[in-house]
């Protein structure tokens, strides 16, 4: 049952050999499960752009990944998919808790990331939520442990860390840090380290940016592991 369009178990092997992306045309020839690909082609999402071609390809693999693109280049379903991917071949569940924690720099972006979470994970059991502050810290601290896929900008996440007694952040699976420039452009280069200390060595980390400043790398080095990386430089 596991995965993509064929009906046999090939899909599944195929994730544990090596996957090579570049001659994907279309999200159809990625071996991504069918609820995945039937959440992207509802949205008329059909093939992919070059930045997903060759990020959704190594996160597959397993690979951390340093991926710099520009702004409009689909960065974002770059690491959506790779998430759904990874928790469902971990046969997560509501009742596993934390799996997934995407960093955003502003709440207008994790809302955006969140809309478009739902949209291609709508086929999924995973549940998720945005933690973004402008709510009282009690409220989401509720939620924050038993939502599956959380969305959150670093200042609020690092105060959950800090004040939620109750937080555990010890089952992450994967975790992405978007717009990494912007994220330090605004001054959280402090929050990121001390939220990176709070997370478990063992895990995927994806690592986003338009840009690849001395900063970004800093942040590279100190989060990601023997990561691989991908610059694309396209007209979107
Ligand atoms: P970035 O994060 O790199 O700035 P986004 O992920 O926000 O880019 O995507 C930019 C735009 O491109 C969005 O409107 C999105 O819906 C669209 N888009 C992304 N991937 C695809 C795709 N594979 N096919 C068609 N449109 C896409
Ligand atoms: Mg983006």
Redesign the pocket.
């Known amino acids: 049952s596991m995965c993509s369009s064929d009906t046999n178990s090939s899909a599944r092997e195929i994730k544990f050999e090596y996957f090579d992306s570049s001659k994907c045309e279309k999200f159809e020839d990625f071996p991504i499960c069918k609820k995945t690909l039937k959440g992207l082609t509802s949205s008329k ?5 070059d ?2 071609r060759e990020a959704i390809g190594l996160a597959l693999n397993g690979n951390d990944i340093l991926g710099a ?9 770059a690491f959506i998919i790779p998430i759904l991917e990874h928790l469902y071949s971990e046969k997560w569940s509501q009742n596993d808790g934390l799996g997934a924690l995407i960093i955003s720099p502003t709440r207008e972006l994790a809302f955006q990331t969140f809309e ?1 979470l739902k949209k291609i994970g709508k086929f999924h059991d995973f549940s998720a939520g945005l933690v973004i502050g402008g709510k009282p810290l009690k409220e989401e601290a509720g939620r924050i442990n038993r939502t599956n896929i959380v969305v959150c900008t670093p200042g609020r996440l690092l105060q959950h860390m800090d004040e939620t007694t109750y937080f555990n952040a010890d089952s992450l699976q994967i975790v992405v840090l978007d717009e990494a420039d912007r994220i330090l452009d605004m001054g959280f280069s402090q929050t990121m380290n001390a939220i990176i200390e709070n997370l478990p060595a063992e895990r995927q980390t994806l690592l ?1 940016s ?1 840009t690849q400043t001395r900063s970004v790398k800093d942040l590279a080095r100190l989060s990601l592991t023997d990561p691989v990386f991908v610059s694309v430089h396209e007209n ?1």
């Open positions: 999402f059909m093939k992919p752009t930045i997903q693109a520009k702004t409009g280049s689909g960065k974002t379903l478009v986003f338009a979107a």
